[in-house]
């Protein structure tokens, strides 16, 4: 490989934030070599006029068109010359070392297919959504009914996003937060890239789905940390990112459950997305600011 560590990161319009997720990238460097790749998705902010004046040595790629975060996330995987590679979002801010924790760990657990760090909201709170459960029928239940809430500590009710883990310990989990996921290049060679059926959401679950699939762990590394904005990129097209949110859980169900349900199960859980949809489309007309998934500080 070209890179020890390859950094692919999909911008649409999120040019403030971009500025300093790249910044934070070369203030605290990866200690050995590394190269960043921004895919640009039709932005109208002037994103890449800033990349080619400001970061003249960061590989940009220019789309014509809004091709969603999963088909541009994969040009850039593919380019990509890293033995690791880590996908991050524009919103981000690396915090130092957390690059050369997350590949230092990797070198150490071969077994690893990928990691990711605790993800900071910017009030300084953990997003749990960086050391998550695979959403099954129950455990998306009690996610929606909100008993993960009541009962943060129980394996039964908090099985989505792991809140009776230890936040602070390294565990291994069923999948990470798409906002900063590294994979390494054997996992991609023998896994494949992500599924370009997700326009955007649920992409980072099905990846991690399929990795440990064909035998690989994943970790949540927390000694790694980076800030996450969150949503600032949806938030910009906030109907269409709910129906691609609903979406993409619709994909995941039909793609890894479906097929071992009763067709009155499937029935039930197709009719219980697209209602919570329908309910988060009429929401958000009522609402001055717009939020897709959960609400970041």
């Known amino acids: 490989m070209a890179f020890e ?14 500025n300093k997720c790249l910044t934070s990238i070369y203030s605290n460097p990866f200690k050995k070599s590394f190269e960043v790749i921004v895919v640009d998705n039709n932005s109208s902010d002037n994103s890449p006029a800033l990349i080619k004046e400001k970061f003249p040595y ?10 969603g ?15 690791y590679v880590l996908s991050l979002n524009p919103d981000t801010v690396v915090l130092p070392e957390a690059l050369n924790t997350l590949v230092d760990f990797m070198d150490n657990h071969p077994e690893a297919g990928g990691c990711g760090p605790k993800v900071l909201n910017s009030n300084g709170t953990i997003q749990h959504q960086c050391k998550r459960g695979f959403p099954t029928i129950s455990s998306t239940l009690f996610y929606f009914l909100g008993l993960h809430k009541i009962f943060p500590k129980s394996k039964l009710f908090s099985h989505y996003l792991m809140t009776y883990l230890n936040p602070d310990e390294i565990n291994e989990v069923d999948s990470l937060s798409g906002s900063c996921l590294m994979v390494r ?6 896994v494949g890239v992500m599924d370009e059926d997700y326009i955007m959401y649920g992409d980072d ?5 399929r990795i440990k699939k064909m035998g690989w762990k994943i970790y949540y590394v927390p000694q ?17 990112s709910i129906l691609w949110f609903h979406r993409a859980m619709a994909i995941f169900y039909k793609k890894h459950y479906s097929q071992n349900c009763l067709f009155i199960v499937n029935w039930l859980v197709y009719t219980g997305i697209w209602t919570n949809a329908i309910i988060a489309f009429g929401i958000n007309l009522l609402r001055k600011e717009k939020i897709v998934g959960s609400r970041k500080p």
């Open 224 to 240: 790694a940390q980076i800030i996450h904005y969150g949503g600032k990129s949806s938030r910009a097209l906030p109907f269409r």
């Open 185 to 190: 290049r054997e996992v991609i060679e023998r």
């Open 58 to 67: 960061v590989m940009i790629l220019e789309n014509q068109e809004n091709n």
């Open 5 to 18: 560590l390859s950094i692919c990161i999909v911008n649409y319009n999120s040019k403030e934030y971009l």
């Open 205 to 209: 679950l099905d990846w991690c789905y």
């Open 69 to 83: 975060f999963t088909k541009a996330n994969n040009q850039g995987v593919r380019i990509s010359k890293g033995r």
